[in-house]
């Protein structure tokens, strides 16, 4: 990955044919007036997909930012300027103009400053004047940032955050999405043959009243399945919306950092892979007290039932949300609608749209992104 430009380093210059050069998925550059930015990082998770802006490369994306179609956010004007690496000489003829060195290339030298880890590479954080210390772990530091918090968390950043010192602590907050099926769908898959056994007993019943119940039968377990899935979404949306996107009291440091830890560094790093999906750990937790609930609730095989299919669609909405964030979905399809609802959601609109696997929610609560118009 090409080093940042820093604000205490004097801008590179380019010339326009070395800025053309530059059009494929392994090194794309943009302009944007005279400013020069190496968006090869970005071309995966660009909203639109990758042909948008390779299509677009060595040119002036000024058009484009201002829409129509799309009026980009201030949060996406500022997102691109972590990609920033110089400055455009329309004067320059010399065709051998300096450049930086293509991405996952060795460097021919290599000082003390570029031996850092890549936490310190990947984005254009100004360290001196930032509000947190990103040198070290953020989880005890965000507390302190009160008033500021909401603000500050709400702007994106491309890199890496460490929560924790400890090696130990920290491991256990980041999980690869495919740890997601393969811990979860065995059991789905389990509980799913369970279910329909035990509803082939013809001993479960529901209750209407307490005279009246109907027998549930083994051939209703695939509609059931299907409710627990819905259901599901509902719980998705309201506890994204309710419990992920909270509004800590300024006043209150442990509130602050729950928040963080929960969701706000998700929306300062949005695109950091190692935590777009939930730890098994912390999720076994919370599928055990919804099946604890059910339980109370019905009986054994109607609850057992409608949990299963809670399970998997909880699973189809971690591997959606992984998807929305690295995936590169065909144009007009339903998923390609998502994954630009999402990314608005993230970049403008963080007190709307809360639906990641479908919309629906969003409408009879009024939390429906609007429609952007010229």
């Known amino acids: 990955m090409n080093k940042k430009m820093s604000p205490s380093v004097s801008p590179r210059f ?75 000489d329309r004067d320059s003829t010399d065709e051998d103009t300096e450049t930086l060195r293509l991405r996952k290339k060795i460097p021919e030298s290599t000082t003390e400053e570029e031996e850092e880890s890549a936490i310190n590479k990947c984005s254009k954080v100004n360290e001196e004047t930032d509000l947190v210390d990103w040198r070290k772990p953020l989880a005890w530091q965000v507390g302190y940032l009160r008033e500021k918090y909401d603000t500050w968390v709400h702007q994106p ?41 035990l509803l082939a007993q013809e001993r479960t019943r529901l209750c209407i009243t307490t005279d009246y119940s109907i027998l549930v039968h083994k051939y209703s377990f695939p509609f059931i399945f299907m409710l627990g899935m819905f259901l599901w979404s509902f719980v998705e949306y309201c506890i994204h919306r309710f419990v992920f996107h909270m509004r800590p009291p300024a006043h209150n440091y442990y509130l602050i950092t729950l928040h963080f830890l929960l969701h706000g560094q998700h929306h300062k790093s949005p695109f950091d892979g190692s935590r777009l999906v939930f730890p098994p750990s912390l999720a076994a937790i919370a599928a055990g007290a919804f099946y604890l609930i059910l339980m109370q609730l019905m009986s054994e095989g109607l609850g057992t039932s409608l949990f299963v299919g809670g399970l998997c669609g909880y699973v189809v909405y971690d591997m959606i949300h992984y998807y929305l964030h690295y995936g590169s979905p065909r144009k007009d399809s339903y998923l390609y609608g998502l994954k630009a609802y999402h990314v608005k959601h993230h970049f403008e609109h963080q007190r709307a749209g809360f639906g990641i696997t479908t919309r629906f929610w969003d409408h009879p609560f009024n939390t429906v992104i609007p429609e952007q118009t010229f």
Request: charged share 25%.
């Open 14 to 88: 380019f010339s326009e044919k070395e800025v053309a050069k530059h059009c494929t998925k392994d090194s794309c550059w943009v302009l944007l007036g005279t400013r020069v930015y190496d968006v090869t990082g970005f071309l995966r998770m660009h909203p639109g997909g990758e042909a948008l802006i390779l299509h677009r490369s060595g040119k002036d994306i000024s058009q484009e930012i201002d829409g129509p179609p799309h009026r980009h956010s201030e949060n996406a004007r500022r997102w691109m300027e972590q990609y920033y690496i110089g400055e455009l």
């Open 157 to 197: 950043v491309d890199r890496p955050i460490r929560l924790f010192g400890n090696d130990f602590f920290e491991a256990n907050t980041k999980t690869s999405w495919y740890m997601v099926p393969i811990v979860w769908m065995p059991l789905v898959i389990y509980l799913s043959w369970y279910c329909y056994t």
